[in-house]
Each structure stands twice: as C-alpha cells, then as structure tokens.
C-alpha cells in the first residue's frame, strides 16, 4: 500500500513538473514574439542598378560622347591632378549566356619630377580606353613647368619617351620626345633646366642614320657635360650607341 502511494506520488509530481516546463516554454514563445513584434520592420538600402541599353541600338544613336574628366581648376598651376573616371554605356550580348558592358574610361595621372625654389617639373600621363567589341587605349606622356612665384606654367613637350633623367647634380634632366609631326617616328632629345624651365634641344647635328625610330637616354656622365644615349633605326639589329653633348652644340661620338 506504501509502495502504491509512493509511485503515485511520483506520477504527480512528474505531470506537474511537466506542466511547468510546457507553461515556461510557451511564455517565452509569447515573449519572443512580443519581442520581434515590437522591432520595425528590416529596410534595404541596396539601390537599383540601372539598366544599359543594348549597344547594338545605343551606339547608333551617340554622335560625340561628352568629355569624362572634370575641369581642372586649381588655385595655383603647380599643383598636381590625380583623376581617373570610368563610364559604362550600353550591354555587348556577344551570345546568349554572354553579356557585358561596353565602357569607357580616362584618368590623369600628374608626379612631381623634381622641384627647385623656382618651380616644379611635372609629368603627366594621360590615358583614354574604351571597348565594346573590340579595345582600345591611348597613353600620352608630357612635360611641363611650373613657376612656384607666380603659379605660371608651360607645357615643354607633349609626347615624351619612358621617364626623363637627371644629370648627377639633379638640376637639368634630360628626355626623348617625339618629333612636332604625329605622322613621322622621328624622335629628338633635350635638356631642361630646373632654375627657369628653359629647354635645350640636343640633336642638333645630323646622326649617321637616316631615320631613327627609338631612343633611349642611358646615362650621364660624371661631370654632366655628355649624355650616352642609344638610337634604333628599325632594324633588328640597327641599335646604335653615342656620346652626346649636353651643351646643345650637337657634337655627338660614337661608342663602341
């Protein structure tokens, strides 16, 4: 008879716990949604991305595309523009599963070279891309000065080969630049000079070879009066070595 108490006792005590647990469970259930309840609803602040028209119609339709790069406009002259901007236009669907867009891009890249109490040289590289089926990408490398007192500058050459080099003391460097006419590959050579800017051209005397397609500043010599230099007229092997003068007389020896 105690023993069938006990076991009663037990199943009671176990129903009751029980209950407990089921009431604990579904408050906190009630809680939980109380709780989100009163949170605001999730926003997205993702925006559309805007649709391209296909390039097939799009491209007929652009006469002249509007420049890219915004006006430069700084207080002084001698300040540097480091820009680069990048615009896509229309959709190449060069099949059904492949799709991309068809963009365009121009960045100016300008570092100072070398910058005295009287001015700074600058260099600018300049490039424009653009591709829908096909590529394509334009560099241009100029030159200029600019004067710290009054913020004046001038632009020395406007297509310039690899990077200008200084002379041992720092104060003229010299570059190769390409000839006044796009249409030719002549090339020439100079020395600016730090103190005012002033240009000196090099090649003022006729080289052996006729055309010369390539050139290449090598080095200068310790006391800065000469420039080794190395010329290419085309030919696989037509790579030539020089002495030049700095002095802007011409005179020019050749090099073994």
């Known amino acids: 008879m105690h023993t069938l108490r006990r076991v009663s006792d037990r199943r009671r005590l176990a129903w009751a716990t029980s ?37 097939a119609q799009a491209l007929t339709k652009i006469a002249t595309p509007a420049p890219l790069l915004p006006t430069f406009a700084p207080d002084c002259a001698c300040e540097i523009e480091n820009v680069s901007v990048t615009e896509k236009t229309c959709l190449v669907r060069a099949a059904p599963d492949q799709v991309y867009p068809c963009a365009r891009s121009e960045a100016v890249h300008e570092r100072v070279l070398a910058e005295t109490a009287a001015g700074r040289l600058i260099v600018r590289d300049h490039t424009r891309a653009s591709g829908c089926w096909h590529g394509t990408t ?19 050459a406007e297509r310039i ?16 630049a390409a000839g006044a006419d796009p249409a030719e590959l002549a090339l020439q050579l100079f ?52 002495r030049l003068r700095t002095d802007g007389h011409g005179d020019f020896e050749p090099l073994p």
């Open 19 to 55: 209950g407990l647990i089921l009431a604990l469970v579904a408050v906190s259930i009630h809680g939980c949604r109380v709780a989100s309840s009163a949170l605001p609803a999730a926003t997205s602040n993702a925006t559309a991305t805007p649709i391209l028209p296909d390039c």
């Open 138 to 156: 334009s560099e241009q490398r100029s030159l200029r000065y600019c004067t710290l007192s009054d913020c004046a500058t001038r632009t020395i």
């Open 161 to 176: 080969w690899g990077d200008p080099l200084p002379s041992p003391d720092t104060l003229r460097w010299a570059f190769v």
């Open 191 to 242: 020395v600016v000079d730090l103190a005012d800017g002033g240009v000196v051209q090099l090649d003022t005397q006729t080289f052996p070879q006729v055309q010369v397609v390539g050139a290449q500043i090598l080095s200068w010599s310790a006391d800065g009066l000469w420039l080794e230099i190395s010329l290419w007229d085309g030919r696989a092997a037509g790579y030539h070595r020089f």
